[in-house]
């Protein structure tokens, strides 16, 4: 797959992509690669409310310990409005992610990676977004 190679730009600061209780960042590398290669296409910005979360922090929040974000593998995207959130999941499913939930509270796109959950799933959920 061509996505799998290196992304032309890096669009995620660490800041963004670390715990924000304490920093600490163990993102998965290959996943940002990907997520770098859907914002790129996509050419609106991914505003990033949740990536790496340390466990303590998941706890905190009432995620389940099985968390995508605690193995590094997920991310909540926030799409400022509809026409965003279009361009975001189109460029998501073409680089070739196959796990997407959208919040319909707020919009907010999970994405993760994580083969133990299933993969090829499209969800629409009321719940907050802290579950995967
Ligand atoms: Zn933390």
Redesign the pocket.
């Known amino acids: 797959m061509i996505f799998s190679s290196k992304a032309p730009k890096n669009y995620f600061s660490h800041d963004e992509l670390s715990?924000?209780?304490?920093?600490?960042s163990k993102i998965d590398m290959d996943f940002v690669s990907k997520l770098n290669w859907a914002r790129h296409i996509a050419a609106v910005p991914f505003v990033v409310t949740s990536a790496y979360?340390?466990?303590?922090?998941n706890k905190s929040l009432g995620a389940a310990d099985t968390s995508s974000h605690v193995k590094g593998i997920g991310i909540d995207l926030f799409p400022r409005d509809n026409h965003h959130r279009f361009r975001m999941l189109s460029a998501l499913l073409t680089v070739g992610f196959k796990r997407i939930r959208i919040y319909s509270e707020k919009g907010h796109i999970h994405i993760d990676e994580d083969a133990d959950k299933g993969m090829e799933i499209l969800v629409i959920d009321r719940s907050k977004p802290i579950e995967e």
């Open positions: 715990c924000r209780h304490c920093k600490e979360r340390c466990p303590e922090h």
